[in-house]
Protein backbone atom coordinates (compact mmCIF):
# COMPACT_ATOMS: atom_id res chain seq x y z
CA UNK A 1 0.00 0.00 0.00
CA UNK A 2 2.89 2.22 0.94
CA UNK A 3 4.32 2.24 -2.75
CA UNK A 4 1.18 2.46 -4.56
CA UNK A 5 0.16 5.27 -3.07
CA UNK A 6 3.84 7.15 -3.18
CA UNK A 7 3.26 6.17 -7.07
CA UNK A 8 -0.07 7.45 -7.44
CA UNK A 9 0.55 10.67 -5.68
CA UNK A 10 3.18 11.83 -7.71
CA UNK A 11 0.64 11.13 -10.85
CA UNK A 12 -2.65 12.72 -9.35
CA UNK A 13 -1.41 15.41 -6.46
CA UNK A 14 -2.69 18.68 -7.35
CA UNK A 15 -1.68 21.99 -5.96
CA UNK A 16 -2.37 23.21 -2.67
CA UNK A 17 -6.04 24.84 -2.90
CA UNK A 18 -6.28 28.50 -2.06
CA UNK A 19 -8.35 28.35 1.08
CA UNK A 20 -10.34 30.94 2.84
CA UNK A 21 -8.64 32.75 5.24
CA UNK A 22 -10.44 30.90 8.23
CA UNK A 23 -9.11 27.77 7.00
CA UNK A 24 -5.40 29.58 6.20
CA UNK A 25 -2.20 27.71 7.33
CA UNK A 26 -2.04 30.69 9.76
CA UNK A 27 -5.14 30.24 11.49
CA UNK A 28 -5.43 26.82 11.87
CA UNK A 29 -2.03 27.09 13.31
CA UNK A 30 -3.24 29.28 16.01
CA UNK A 31 -6.37 27.51 16.50
CA UNK A 32 -4.68 24.21 17.01
CA UNK A 33 -2.40 26.19 19.65
CA UNK A 34 -5.30 27.56 21.46
CA UNK A 35 -7.17 24.02 22.10
CA UNK A 36 -3.60 22.73 22.40
CA UNK A 37 -3.21 24.94 25.57
CA UNK A 38 -6.80 24.06 26.91
CA UNK A 39 -6.48 20.25 26.56
CA UNK A 40 -3.07 20.71 28.08
CA UNK A 41 -4.43 22.13 31.34
CA UNK A 42 -7.21 19.69 30.91
CA UNK A 43 -4.96 16.59 31.14
CA UNK A 44 -2.32 17.90 33.34
CA UNK A 45 -5.73 18.17 35.86
CA UNK A 46 -6.84 14.86 34.53
CA UNK A 47 -3.71 13.12 35.70
CA UNK A 48 -4.16 15.04 38.94
CA UNK A 49 -7.60 13.29 38.80
CA UNK A 50 -6.50 10.23 38.67
CA UNK A 51 -3.43 10.45 41.18
CA UNK A 52 -6.03 11.53 43.65
CA UNK A 53 -8.45 8.75 42.74
CA UNK A 54 -5.62 6.09 42.27
CA UNK A 55 -4.30 7.30 45.35
CA UNK A 56 -7.91 7.59 47.71
CA UNK A 57 -9.41 4.23 46.62
CA UNK A 58 -6.64 1.85 44.76
CA UNK A 59 -6.24 0.01 42.19
CA UNK A 60 -6.43 -3.73 43.56
CA UNK A 61 -9.15 -6.11 42.66
CA UNK A 62 -12.11 -5.83 44.64
CA UNK A 63 -11.16 -1.89 45.89
CA UNK A 64 -13.32 0.88 45.52
CA UNK A 65 -11.08 2.04 42.56
CA UNK A 66 -11.82 -1.06 40.60
CA UNK A 67 -15.43 -0.78 41.41
CA UNK A 68 -15.76 2.85 40.85
CA UNK A 69 -13.71 2.86 37.72
CA UNK A 70 -15.90 0.27 36.05
CA UNK A 71 -19.38 2.13 37.52
CA UNK A 72 -17.98 5.81 36.09
CA UNK A 73 -17.22 4.15 32.53
CA UNK A 74 -20.61 2.86 32.06
CA UNK A 75 -22.17 6.29 31.45
CA UNK A 76 -19.55 7.38 29.42
CA UNK A 77 -20.47 3.72 26.91
CA UNK A 78 -23.96 4.29 26.95
CA UNK A 79 -23.40 7.97 25.87
CA UNK A 80 -21.00 6.96 22.60
CA UNK A 81 -23.63 4.17 22.20
CA UNK A 82 -26.71 6.30 21.98
CA UNK A 83 -25.87 9.72 20.49
CA UNK A 84 -21.98 10.70 21.81
CA UNK A 85 -20.72 9.39 18.10
CA UNK A 86 -23.59 10.88 16.35
CA UNK A 87 -22.66 14.51 18.10
CA UNK A 88 -18.70 14.11 17.73
CA UNK A 89 -18.94 13.21 13.96
CA UNK A 90 -21.93 13.77 11.44
CA UNK A 91 -23.42 17.06 13.89
CA UNK A 92 -21.10 19.76 12.88
CA UNK A 93 -20.70 18.96 8.70
CA UNK A 94 -24.44 19.07 8.69
CA UNK A 95 -24.34 22.59 10.90
CA UNK A 96 -21.99 23.85 8.51
CA UNK A 97 -23.67 22.95 5.25
CA UNK A 98 -26.97 24.24 6.84
CA UNK A 99 -25.68 27.34 8.03
CA UNK A 100 -24.06 27.96 4.58
CA UNK A 101 -27.03 27.43 2.95
CA UNK A 102 -29.92 28.51 5.04
CA UNK A 103 -28.15 31.25 6.78
CA UNK A 104 -27.62 31.74 10.56
CA UNK A 105 -31.19 31.58 11.93
CA UNK A 106 -31.74 28.45 10.11
CA UNK A 107 -29.37 26.96 11.53
CA UNK A 108 -29.56 27.90 14.93
CA UNK A 109 -33.07 26.35 14.82
CA UNK A 110 -31.91 23.27 13.65
CA UNK A 111 -28.93 23.58 17.11
CA UNK A 112 -32.40 24.26 19.87
CA UNK A 113 -33.86 21.18 17.62
CA UNK A 114 -30.97 18.78 18.02
CA UNK A 115 -30.52 20.21 22.31
CA UNK A 116 -34.30 19.11 23.03
CA UNK A 117 -33.96 15.96 20.71
CA UNK A 118 -30.94 15.39 23.59
CA UNK A 119 -32.47 16.42 26.55
CA UNK A 120 -35.36 14.01 25.94
CA UNK A 121 -33.74 10.47 24.44
CA UNK A 122 -30.43 10.98 26.78
CA UNK A 123 -32.92 11.58 29.85
CA UNK A 124 -34.87 8.44 29.10
CA UNK A 125 -31.51 6.40 28.80
CA UNK A 126 -30.44 7.93 31.67
CA UNK A 127 -33.58 6.59 33.93
CA UNK A 128 -33.00 3.24 32.20
CA UNK A 129 -29.36 3.06 32.93
CA UNK A 130 -30.70 3.87 37.00
CA UNK A 131 -33.51 1.30 36.96
CA UNK A 132 -31.17 -1.58 35.79
CA UNK A 133 -27.60 -0.87 37.71
CA UNK A 134 -27.92 -3.53 39.42
CA UNK A 135 -28.21 -5.72 36.57
CA UNK A 136 -25.40 -3.83 34.72
CA UNK A 137 -22.64 -4.22 37.58
CA UNK A 138 -23.37 -8.05 38.05
CA UNK A 139 -22.87 -7.80 34.19
CA UNK A 140 -19.37 -6.41 34.58
CA UNK A 141 -18.14 -8.48 37.46
CA UNK A 142 -19.67 -12.03 36.16
CA UNK A 143 -16.26 -13.17 36.14
CA UNK A 144 -15.06 -11.95 39.40
CA UNK A 145 -14.67 -15.00 42.04
CA UNK A 146 -14.42 -12.73 45.22
CA UNK A 147 -16.13 -13.19 48.40
CA UNK A 148 -17.26 -9.84 48.47
CA UNK A 149 -18.87 -9.82 44.93
CA UNK A 150 -22.37 -8.91 45.86
CA UNK A 151 -21.09 -5.71 48.30
CA UNK A 152 -19.32 -5.04 44.95
CA UNK A 153 -22.46 -5.08 42.99
CA UNK A 154 -24.44 -3.55 45.71
CA UNK A 155 -21.58 -0.53 45.99
CA UNK A 156 -21.45 -0.15 41.69
CA UNK A 157 -25.11 -0.12 41.44
CA UNK A 158 -25.34 2.87 44.09
CA UNK A 159 -22.47 4.69 42.52
CA UNK A 160 -24.33 3.94 38.94
CA UNK A 161 -27.39 5.55 39.83
CA UNK A 162 -25.73 8.67 40.53
CA UNK A 163 -23.12 8.52 37.07
CA UNK A 164 -25.65 7.72 34.81
CA UNK A 165 -27.82 10.91 34.55
CA UNK A 166 -24.22 12.79 33.45
CA UNK A 167 -25.25 11.03 29.80
CA UNK A 168 -27.70 14.43 29.81
CA UNK A 169 -25.14 16.79 30.64
CA UNK A 170 -22.82 14.89 27.96
CA UNK A 171 -24.92 15.11 24.92
CA UNK A 172 -26.16 19.08 26.23
CA UNK A 173 -22.19 19.57 26.38
CA UNK A 174 -21.15 17.93 23.14
CA UNK A 175 -23.87 19.49 21.29
CA UNK A 176 -22.85 22.77 22.74
CA UNK A 177 -19.55 22.21 22.14
CA UNK A 178 -20.43 21.32 18.30
CA UNK A 179 -21.97 24.36 17.84
CA UNK A 180 -19.16 26.78 19.20
CA UNK A 181 -16.56 24.21 16.44
CA UNK A 182 -18.83 24.82 13.54
CA UNK A 183 -18.59 28.82 14.34
CA UNK A 184 -14.70 28.06 14.62
CA UNK A 185 -15.02 28.88 18.61
CA UNK A 186 -12.95 26.30 19.34
CA UNK A 187 -11.48 27.39 23.18
CA UNK A 188 -14.36 26.57 25.23
CA UNK A 189 -14.92 23.28 24.78
CA UNK A 190 -11.49 22.67 25.38
CA UNK A 191 -10.90 24.27 28.53
CA UNK A 192 -14.01 23.88 30.31
CA UNK A 193 -13.14 20.09 31.18
CA UNK A 194 -10.64 21.39 33.99
CA UNK A 195 -13.80 22.77 36.17
CA UNK A 196 -14.81 18.64 35.82
CA UNK A 197 -11.84 17.49 36.85
CA UNK A 198 -11.31 20.19 39.78
CA UNK A 199 -14.57 19.11 41.01
CA UNK A 200 -13.66 15.45 41.04
CA UNK A 201 -10.27 16.49 42.47
CA UNK A 202 -11.81 18.03 45.36
CA UNK A 203 -14.46 14.85 45.69
CA UNK A 204 -11.09 12.67 46.21
CA UNK A 205 -9.77 15.09 48.75
CA UNK A 206 -13.03 14.99 50.81
CA UNK A 207 -13.25 11.61 50.40
CA UNK A 208 -9.55 11.06 51.78
CA UNK A 209 -10.47 13.48 54.43
CA UNK A 210 -13.63 11.98 55.56
CA UNK A 211 -11.75 8.56 55.84
CA UNK A 212 -8.56 10.00 58.41
CA UNK A 213 -6.10 7.79 56.26
CA UNK A 214 -8.05 4.33 56.84
CA UNK A 215 -7.68 2.14 53.85
CA UNK A 216 -10.38 1.77 51.81
CA UNK A 217 -13.01 -1.14 51.84
CA UNK A 218 -16.07 -1.73 49.78
CA UNK A 219 -17.93 -3.42 52.49
CA UNK A 220 -17.09 -1.33 54.81
CA UNK A 221 -17.85 1.97 53.00
CA UNK A 222 -20.41 4.40 54.53
CA UNK A 223 -23.66 6.38 53.48
CA UNK A 224 -21.50 9.67 53.39
CA UNK A 225 -18.38 8.36 52.17
CA UNK A 226 -20.58 6.71 49.01
CA UNK A 227 -21.87 10.14 48.31
CA UNK A 228 -19.10 12.04 47.73
CA UNK A 229 -17.43 9.92 45.61
CA UNK A 230 -21.39 9.41 43.88
CA UNK A 231 -21.99 13.22 43.15
CA UNK A 232 -18.64 14.86 43.32
CA UNK A 233 -18.31 13.04 39.68
CA UNK A 234 -21.54 14.18 38.76
CA UNK A 235 -21.49 17.65 39.60
CA UNK A 236 -18.25 17.87 37.79
CA UNK A 237 -19.64 16.99 34.23
CA UNK A 238 -22.54 19.74 35.42
CA UNK A 239 -20.10 22.19 35.80
CA UNK A 240 -18.64 21.39 32.33
CA UNK A 241 -21.55 21.67 30.49
CA UNK A 242 -23.13 25.09 32.38
CA UNK A 243 -19.80 27.01 31.47
CA UNK A 244 -19.90 26.35 27.70
CA UNK A 245 -23.58 28.79 27.70
CA UNK A 246 -21.98 32.36 27.90
CA UNK A 247 -19.71 31.33 25.20
CA UNK A 248 -23.03 30.81 23.27
CA UNK A 249 -25.05 33.35 24.21
CA UNK A 250 -22.36 35.52 23.29
CA UNK A 251 -22.94 34.54 19.56
CA UNK A 252 -26.35 35.43 20.10
CA UNK A 253 -27.51 32.01 20.69
CA UNK A 254 -30.76 31.33 22.87
CA UNK A 255 -32.14 27.36 23.66
CA UNK A 256 -35.47 27.05 23.95
CA UNK A 257 -37.30 23.53 23.43
CA UNK A 258 -37.83 23.29 20.38
CA UNK A 259 -40.05 20.29 18.99
CA UNK A 260 -41.07 18.98 15.48
CA UNK A 261 -38.35 16.97 14.78
CA UNK A 262 -39.74 16.07 11.09
CA UNK A 263 -36.98 18.43 9.96
CA UNK A 264 -34.44 18.18 6.72
CA UNK A 265 -31.69 18.61 8.52
CA UNK A 266 -32.54 16.56 11.14
CA UNK A 267 -33.72 13.63 9.62
CA UNK A 268 -30.28 13.35 8.00
CA UNK A 269 -28.74 13.58 10.57
CA UNK A 270 -30.47 10.24 11.96
CA UNK A 271 -29.68 8.64 8.88
CA UNK A 272 -26.61 9.41 8.79
CA UNK A 273 -26.47 8.24 12.12
CA UNK A 274 -27.51 5.14 11.64
CA UNK A 275 -24.29 4.11 10.89
CA UNK A 276 -22.29 5.92 13.15
CA UNK A 277 -24.68 3.84 15.79
CA UNK A 278 -23.03 0.75 14.05
CA UNK A 279 -19.93 2.09 14.54
CA UNK A 280 -19.89 2.86 18.46
CA UNK A 281 -21.50 -0.39 18.94
CA UNK A 282 -18.56 -2.55 17.33
CA UNK A 283 -16.47 -0.57 19.57
CA UNK A 284 -18.46 -1.75 22.88
CA UNK A 285 -18.72 -5.29 21.77
CA UNK A 286 -15.02 -5.07 21.09
CA UNK A 287 -14.63 -2.76 24.92
CA UNK A 288 -16.74 -5.61 26.48
CA UNK A 289 -14.84 -8.41 25.13
CA UNK A 290 -11.66 -6.60 26.54
CA UNK A 291 -13.66 -6.21 29.62
CA UNK A 292 -14.62 -9.80 29.99
CA UNK A 293 -10.76 -11.15 28.91
CA UNK A 294 -8.98 -8.58 31.43
CA UNK A 295 -11.28 -9.85 34.47
CA UNK A 296 -10.21 -13.59 34.03
CA UNK A 297 -6.46 -12.95 33.90
CA UNK A 298 -6.04 -11.42 36.93
CA UNK A 299 -6.17 -8.80 39.41
CA UNK A 300 -7.61 -5.64 39.09
CA UNK A 301 -6.51 -6.31 35.46
CA UNK A 302 -9.44 -3.97 33.86
CA UNK A 303 -8.80 -0.88 35.71
CA UNK A 304 -4.84 -1.47 34.73
CA UNK A 305 -5.92 -1.01 31.02
CA UNK A 306 -8.28 1.65 31.53
CA UNK A 307 -5.80 3.36 33.49
CA UNK A 308 -2.84 2.75 30.68
CA UNK A 309 -5.13 3.98 27.76
CA UNK A 310 -5.67 7.01 29.78
CA UNK A 311 -1.81 7.86 30.04
CA UNK A 312 -1.67 6.48 26.19
CA UNK A 313 -4.70 9.14 24.87
CA UNK A 314 -2.48 12.38 25.96
CA UNK A 315 -0.96 13.46 22.70
CA UNK A 316 -3.82 12.39 20.79
CA UNK A 317 -6.04 14.37 23.06
CA UNK A 318 -3.88 17.31 23.12
CA UNK A 319 -2.34 17.27 19.35
CA UNK A 320 -4.86 14.60 17.48
CA UNK A 321 -7.59 15.86 18.79
CA UNK A 322 -7.34 19.77 18.23
CA UNK A 323 -5.68 19.36 14.56
CA UNK A 324 -8.84 17.27 13.64
CA UNK A 325 -11.53 19.30 15.79
CA UNK A 326 -9.43 22.54 13.53
CA UNK A 327 -9.95 20.86 10.13
CA UNK A 328 -13.38 19.59 9.94
CA UNK A 329 -15.13 22.76 9.61
CA UNK A 330 -13.11 23.91 6.98
CA UNK A 331 -13.36 20.38 5.49
CA UNK A 332 -16.61 20.27 5.80
CA UNK A 333 -17.04 23.73 3.94
CA UNK A 334 -14.39 22.47 0.79
CA UNK A 335 -16.48 19.15 0.24
CA UNK A 336 -20.17 21.16 0.53
CA UNK A 337 -18.33 23.81 -2.01
CA UNK A 338 -17.42 20.75 -4.53
CA UNK A 339 -13.28 21.56 -3.76
CA UNK A 340 -11.56 18.00 -3.28
CA UNK A 341 -8.63 19.79 -3.64
CA UNK A 342 -9.40 22.11 -0.78
CA UNK A 343 -10.19 18.83 1.27
CA UNK A 344 -7.19 16.93 -0.03
CA UNK A 345 -4.69 20.14 1.03
CA UNK A 346 -6.34 20.38 4.91
CA UNK A 347 -6.26 16.03 5.22
CA UNK A 348 -2.55 16.21 3.82
CA UNK A 349 -1.70 19.72 6.93
CA UNK A 350 -3.47 17.18 9.28
CA UNK A 351 -1.98 13.89 8.76
CA UNK A 352 1.53 15.51 8.35
CA UNK A 353 1.03 18.23 11.32
CA UNK A 354 -0.02 14.21 13.61
CA UNK A 355 2.38 12.82 12.58
CA UNK A 356 5.44 15.18 13.45
CA UNK A 357 3.71 14.98 17.18
CA UNK A 358 2.09 11.63 17.64
CA UNK A 359 5.42 9.65 16.15
CA UNK A 360 8.08 10.84 18.83
CA UNK A 361 5.65 10.94 21.60
CA UNK A 362 5.11 6.98 20.86
CA UNK A 363 8.28 6.01 20.37
CA UNK A 364 9.36 8.05 23.92
CA UNK A 365 6.23 6.40 25.97
CA UNK A 366 8.19 3.12 24.54
CA UNK A 367 11.36 4.19 25.70
CA UNK A 368 10.41 5.69 29.23
CA UNK A 369 7.01 4.82 30.23
CA UNK A 370 7.75 3.75 33.76
CA UNK A 371 9.19 6.69 34.88
CA UNK A 372 6.10 8.07 33.62
CA UNK A 373 3.29 6.12 35.11
CA UNK A 374 5.49 6.31 38.09
CA UNK A 375 5.46 9.84 38.63
CA UNK A 376 1.65 10.50 37.45
CA UNK A 377 0.65 7.40 39.66
CA UNK A 378 2.43 5.60 42.04
CA UNK A 379 1.18 7.54 45.10
CA UNK A 380 -0.74 6.48 48.47
CA UNK A 381 -2.47 2.49 47.27
CA UNK A 382 -1.19 2.14 44.02
CA UNK A 383 1.77 -0.21 44.64
CA UNK A 384 5.15 -0.70 42.60
CA UNK A 385 3.81 -3.89 40.73
CA UNK A 386 0.86 -1.91 39.52
CA UNK A 387 2.92 1.04 37.97
CA UNK A 388 5.34 -2.09 36.29
CA UNK A 389 2.00 -3.72 34.91
CA UNK A 390 0.21 -0.22 33.43
CA UNK A 391 3.77 0.76 32.02
CA UNK A 392 4.12 -2.15 30.14
CA UNK A 393 0.09 -1.90 29.17
CA UNK A 394 1.28 1.77 27.93
CA UNK A 395 4.27 0.27 25.70
CA UNK A 396 1.60 -2.12 23.87
CA UNK A 397 -0.93 0.80 23.57
CA UNK A 398 1.73 3.01 21.91
CA UNK A 399 2.92 0.56 19.30
CA UNK A 400 0.00 1.76 17.66
CA UNK A 401 -0.79 5.77 18.62
CA UNK A 402 0.44 6.68 15.71
CA UNK A 403 -2.10 4.67 13.55
CA UNK A 404 -4.94 5.55 16.47
CA UNK A 405 -4.60 9.35 15.72
CA UNK A 406 -4.50 9.06 11.95
CA UNK A 407 -7.53 6.96 11.72
CA UNK A 408 -9.50 9.59 13.47
CA UNK A 409 -8.53 12.04 11.35
CA UNK A 410 -9.91 10.33 8.49
CA UNK A 411 -12.64 9.14 10.20
CA UNK A 412 -13.54 12.66 10.39
CA UNK A 413 -12.74 13.31 6.57
CA UNK A 414 -15.36 10.60 5.84
CA UNK A 415 -18.00 12.46 8.50
CA UNK A 416 -16.86 15.92 6.04
CA UNK A 417 -18.26 14.02 3.18
CA UNK A 418 -21.19 13.11 5.16
CA UNK A 419 -20.28 9.44 4.62
CA UNK A 420 -20.92 7.77 8.18
CA UNK A 421 -21.22 4.21 6.47
CA UNK A 422 -17.65 3.85 5.38
CA UNK A 423 -15.87 4.66 8.41
CA UNK A 424 -18.50 2.12 10.40
CA UNK A 425 -17.80 -0.96 8.19
CA UNK A 426 -13.73 -0.40 8.53
CA UNK A 427 -14.29 -0.04 12.54
CA UNK A 428 -16.25 -3.36 12.07
CA UNK A 429 -13.09 -4.80 10.61
CA UNK A 430 -11.20 -3.23 13.34
CA UNK A 431 -12.60 -4.63 15.96
CA UNK A 432 -12.51 -7.99 14.78
CA UNK A 433 -8.85 -7.66 14.31
CA UNK A 434 -9.05 -6.57 18.15
CA UNK A 435 -11.16 -9.39 19.60
CA UNK A 436 -9.11 -12.10 17.45
CA UNK A 437 -5.59 -10.57 18.37
CA UNK A 438 -6.78 -10.41 22.15
CA UNK A 439 -8.17 -14.12 22.21
CA UNK A 440 -5.02 -14.96 20.48
CA UNK A 441 -2.54 -13.73 22.75
CA UNK A 442 -4.70 -14.18 26.08
CA UNK A 443 -6.52 -16.98 26.24
CA UNK A 444 -4.81 -19.51 24.00
CA UNK A 445 -0.84 -17.80 24.72
CA UNK A 446 -1.81 -16.85 27.81
CA UNK A 447 -0.18 -13.14 27.91
CA UNK A 448 -1.26 -10.94 30.37
CA UNK A 449 -2.75 -7.33 30.23
CA UNK A 450 -0.23 -6.04 28.05
CA UNK A 451 -1.38 -8.54 25.11
CA UNK A 452 -5.06 -6.34 25.57
CA UNK A 453 -3.31 -3.41 24.46
CA UNK A 454 -1.01 -5.09 21.53
CA UNK A 455 -4.37 -6.18 19.89
CA UNK A 456 -5.78 -2.53 20.23
CA UNK A 457 -2.58 -1.11 18.54
CA UNK A 458 -3.10 -4.02 15.79
CA UNK A 459 -7.21 -3.09 14.85
CA UNK A 460 -5.89 0.51 14.66
CA UNK A 461 -3.05 -0.07 12.15
CA UNK A 462 -5.60 -2.48 10.19
CA UNK A 463 -8.31 0.23 9.98
CA UNK A 464 -5.47 3.46 9.06
CA UNK A 465 -4.41 1.36 6.14
CA UNK A 466 -8.01 0.48 5.08
CA UNK A 467 -9.38 3.74 5.33
CA UNK A 468 -6.15 5.47 3.20
CA UNK A 469 -6.83 2.86 0.27
CA UNK A 470 -10.50 3.83 0.45
CA UNK A 471 -10.06 7.19 0.57
CA UNK A 472 -7.55 7.86 -2.22
CA UNK A 473 -9.78 7.46 -4.87
CA UNK A 474 -12.72 9.48 -3.81
CA UNK A 475 -10.33 12.32 -3.79
CA UNK A 476 -7.92 11.57 -6.57
CA UNK A 477 -5.19 11.66 -4.42
CA UNK A 478 -4.02 12.22 -0.51
CA UNK A 479 -1.00 14.14 -1.68
CA UNK A 480 1.58 11.29 -0.63
CA UNK A 481 4.87 13.11 -2.26
CA UNK A 482 4.55 15.33 0.97
CA UNK A 483 3.22 13.55 3.01
CA UNK A 484 5.83 10.32 2.49
CA UNK A 485 8.32 13.21 2.81
CA UNK A 486 7.49 14.47 5.96
CA UNK A 487 7.34 11.02 7.62
CA UNK A 488 10.51 9.78 6.59
CA UNK A 489 12.16 12.98 8.03
CA UNK A 490 9.96 12.32 11.28
CA UNK A 491 11.15 8.85 12.37
CA UNK A 492 14.62 9.02 12.41
CA UNK A 493 14.64 12.09 14.64
CA UNK A 494 12.13 10.89 16.84
CA UNK A 495 14.00 7.56 16.80
CA UNK A 496 17.18 10.09 18.63
CA UNK A 497 14.05 11.20 20.75
CA UNK A 498 13.54 8.02 22.17
CA UNK A 499 17.33 7.01 22.83
CA UNK A 500 18.05 9.98 24.30
CA UNK A 501 15.28 10.02 26.62
CA UNK A 502 15.92 6.70 27.40
CA UNK A 503 19.72 7.17 28.15
CA UNK A 504 18.72 10.22 30.41
CA UNK A 505 16.43 8.59 31.98
CA UNK A 506 18.34 5.86 33.27
CA UNK A 507 21.16 8.11 33.94
CA UNK A 508 19.06 10.72 36.50
CA UNK A 509 18.07 7.59 38.22
CA UNK A 510 21.67 6.71 39.40
CA UNK A 511 22.38 10.07 41.05
CA UNK A 512 18.93 10.73 42.67
CA UNK A 513 16.31 8.67 44.74
CA UNK A 514 13.36 8.30 42.44
CA UNK A 515 11.30 7.23 44.79
CA UNK A 516 10.87 10.04 45.87
CA UNK A 517 8.65 12.33 44.23
CA UNK A 518 11.24 15.13 43.51
CA UNK A 519 13.28 12.40 42.15
CA UNK A 520 10.45 11.24 39.70
CA UNK A 521 9.98 14.74 38.44
CA UNK A 522 13.92 15.16 37.97
CA UNK A 523 14.18 11.71 35.96
CA UNK A 524 10.96 12.65 33.51
CA UNK A 525 11.73 16.07 33.23
CA UNK A 526 15.24 16.00 32.08
CA UNK A 527 14.28 12.69 30.17
CA UNK A 528 11.16 14.92 28.38
CA UNK A 529 13.63 18.16 27.96
CA UNK A 530 16.69 16.48 26.85
CA UNK A 531 14.38 14.15 24.25
CA UNK A 532 12.70 17.29 23.23
CA UNK A 533 15.83 18.93 22.30
CA UNK A 534 17.03 16.71 19.92
CA UNK A 535 13.83 16.50 18.67
CA UNK A 536 14.16 19.96 17.67
CA UNK A 537 17.59 20.12 16.25
CA UNK A 538 17.08 17.03 14.24
CA UNK A 539 13.74 18.79 13.04
CA UNK A 540 15.68 21.67 12.04
CA UNK A 541 18.85 19.44 10.78
CA UNK A 542 16.07 17.26 8.69
CA UNK A 543 14.39 20.63 7.37
CA UNK A 544 10.87 19.19 8.96
CA UNK A 545 8.70 22.47 8.49
CA UNK A 546 5.62 21.52 9.91
CA UNK A 547 7.67 21.49 13.48
CA UNK A 548 8.93 24.74 13.07
CA UNK A 549 5.53 25.99 12.05
CA UNK A 550 3.47 24.05 15.54
CA UNK A 551 6.61 25.25 17.34
CA UNK A 552 5.61 29.17 16.44
CA UNK A 553 2.44 28.71 16.69
CA UNK A 554 2.59 27.30 19.93
CA UNK A 555 5.26 29.87 20.70
CA UNK A 556 2.97 32.46 20.08
CA UNK A 557 -0.19 31.29 22.12
CA UNK A 558 1.46 30.65 25.59
CA UNK A 559 3.00 34.29 25.05
CA UNK A 560 -0.45 35.57 24.93
Known amino acids: ?22 DSRATYARNTAVMTVGTTLSRLTGYVRIAAQTAALGVTIGSLGDVYTRANITPNIVYELILG ?4 SV ?24 LTLALVVLAAVAIVGMIFAPQIMELYLSFSEAADRQDQIELGAYLLRWFMPQIVFYGIGAIAGGLLTAERRFAPPMFTPILNNLVAIAAFLGYALVLGGSTPSVSDITDVEKL ?18 PSLRSLGFRWRLTWGWNHPAVRRLIKLSAWVIVYVLANQIAFLVVNLLAGGIGEARFQIYATAFIIFSLPHAIFGVS ?64 TELIARTLQGFALGLPFFSIFQLLTRTFYAMQDSRTPALINIGAAFVMMGVDIVLVSTIGWDVPALAIGHAASYAFATAVGLIVLRPRLGSLDGTHIWGTIVRVI ?27 GRVAQVGAAT ?26 RRRFRS
Request: proline share 5%.
Open 323 to 386: IFTALLPGMASQWTEGHREGVVTLLSRGIRDTTVVIVPAALAYLAIATPIVALLLQYGEAKPAD
Open 91 to 114: FVPVFVEWHQKHGKDAAWDLGRRM
Open 85 to 88: GIIT
Open 228 to 245: ILGAGATLGVIAMTVALW
Open 492 to 518: PAAVATAIVAKVVADGVANVVDTQAVI
Open 529 to 554: FAGLAVYLIAALMLGIEEVEEVKGAL
Open 1 to 22: MVQEVHQTSEILTPPPAELPEQ
